[in-house]
């Protein structure tokens, strides 16, 4: 079993700018270093440089095209989100839908860029779909629950169980992360318990009055 990881997407929630992300990156540092969990944390593509250059904690793009250096305007390309500082990237997020043959040119962009890949899936058949490419992590989000705060964890537990068997079949060395509604250090162990490596969640950090007493409830039980 892997050492779990959370990760908080900053989406482009106002409360994910400025120096409301830097004061959520800060809480996630602290309560990772308290806990020796490892947190992470996604901000827009503008934080990424000086979220890299203030915190210890792993950053990751939201986004990565899989186009190479050249003539794409208006594409953000790997290797300058890893020249930026960041370590990982989200890739095929549902509020930034790719094709399969874009996830496919995503992930290997960000893997020749050496970053971390992890590639947001809907259900099963697309995870183990996805899990072809042999990214780092599949994060698993039913968008119906995204952001309603009502727990994956909780409300369909089959479908994290059944992504993590189809993901294994393909490939058993990636490795899953449950999202969507994740509040509590209760649903974080309940996805871990499902046989998942961690969560990836955003609201219920990103929009929270006191991230650092969330981060330290979602710690708890691991
Ligand atoms: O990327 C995390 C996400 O889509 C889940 O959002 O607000 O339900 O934690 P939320």
Redesign the pocket.
């Known amino acids: 079993m892997s050492a779990p990881l959370i990760i908080i ?1 900053f ?1 482009v929630y106002n409360e994910g700018f400025g120096q409301n992300a830097h004061r959520i990156a800060a809480a996630a540092e602290e309560v990772s270093e308290e806990s020796g969990v490892r947190i992470g944390v996604a901000p827009n593509f503008m934080e990424i440089h000086p979220m890299s250059n203030h915190f210890r904690i792993p950053v990751y793009a939201q986004h990565v095209d899989g186009v190479a250096p050249g003539a794409s305007t208006g594409h953000i390309l790997a290797g300058a989100v890893r020249a930026a500082g960041a370590f990982g990237t ?1 890739i095929n ?3 930034r839908r790719l094709t399969l043959a874009d996830i496919e040119a995503a992930v290997e962009a960000a893997q020749a860029a050496r970053l971390e890949t992890v590639v ?1 899936t809907n259900n099963a058949p697309t995870s183990a779909a996805a899990a072809s490419f042999a990214p780092d992590y599949i ?1 698993i ?1 039913p968008p119906k ?5 009502v727990s994956v964890s909780r409300a369909d537990p089959d479908i994290i169980e059944g992504s993590v068997q189809a993901v294994h079949a393909v490939n058993p060395e990636v490795k899953v992360l449950t ?5 509590t250090g209760e649903d974080v162990k309940i996805a871990l318990d499902l046989g998942t490596s961690g969560v ?5 950090v990103v929009k929270a009055g006191d991230p650092a007493k969330v981060l330290r409830d979602l710690v708890s039980l691991i």
């Not at 999202?179 to 509040?183: C, P, Q, R």
């Open positions: 997407n989406k989200l997020h549902s509020e947001c994060a989000e629950l995204i952001g309603t705060g999202g969507a509604g994740i509040s990836l969640l955003a609201s219920g």
